[in-house]
């Protein structure tokens, strides 16, 4: 079981529909991320969140909305997605103090196919 | 941050020690380097960092080189469950902005009965 808890597992959706994912910590990080991984590639970074405002884009397209609620939530909102969008989303935290390099800690992810 | 270099995959046998090589000439004074695997199915999971010293956890042993331009990790009693694709990350920790790691092609290791 993973610290970051990541819902739902699987999603499936069509082009016109409007669906959110969710990402959830207790551990007191003050970091959020968002990854996008395509099969039998590695991941790659889509947003990060420091103390609840967004500190970096790798622009993406506005089709993906973040949000970050609170400290411990971390949202990614989906609308009119394409079918290359189809990936596996993952989640993760770490803690931010410079000077010393934090882990991240990655959720199991969310499954997402676009029909 | 450094661009890192690590064989496409490798096998090991259960029982042995694995080590897993990584290539990283251009690492600046002030990156870190870090070890994630991924398990099937799984998200990436954080084993090990470092930043000049060799270092040990419950899970593996860092070895960094002298002069940092590479790395070895190694999981000292391989087992089934450390089937996985392992990445080796160079990044320096910027507070501010959060701790952007990018991912490479990283190594698949099978262990082998």
């Known amino acids: 079981d993973t610290e970051v808890t990541q819902t739902p597992k699987h999603l499936v959706m069509g082009m016109t529909n409007k669906k959110s994912l969710k990402c959830e910590q207790h551990?007191?990080?003050?970091?959020m991320y968002w990854y996008k991984q395509k099969a039998k590639k590695p991941p790659e970074l889509m947003f990060v969140?420091?103390?609840?405002?967004?500190?970096i884009n790798e622009s993406v397209p506005s089709r993906f909305s973040p949000e970050c609620p609170n400290s411990s939530l971390l949202n990614l909102h989906l609308h009119a997605l394409q079918p290359e969008d189809s990936a596996l989303y993952l989640c993760?935290?770490?803690?931010?103090?410079?000077?010393?390099?934090?882990?991240?800690?990655f959720g199991d992810g969310t499954r997402l196919s676009i029909l | 941050d450094a661009k890192t270099t690590q064989p496409p995959s490798m096998d090991c046998a259960e029982g042995r020690a694995a080590n897993l090589p990584c290539n990283h000439s251009t690492i600046s004074g002030n990156e870190y380097v870090y070890w994630y695997r991924q398990i099937h199915s799984q998200g990436p999971q954080y084993i090990i960092h470092?930043?000049?010293n060799n270092e040990t956890n419950e899970m593996a042993s860092l070895i960094i080189t002298e002069d940092r331009k590479s790395s070895t990790l190694i999981l000292p009693h391989a087992t089934l469950r450390d089937t996985a694709v392992y990445y080796c990350i160079v990044r320096v920790s910027v507070e501010a902005a959060g701790n952007k790691l990018t991912f490479g092609g990283g190594t698949r290791v099978l262990v082998k009965p």
């Open positions: 969140y420091s103390y609840e405002k967004l500190s």
């Open positions: 551990m007191g990080h003050r970091a």
């Open positions: 470092g930043l000049k």
């Open positions: 993760a935290s770490s803690q931010l103090y410079r000077g010393v390099g934090q882990p991240q800690h």
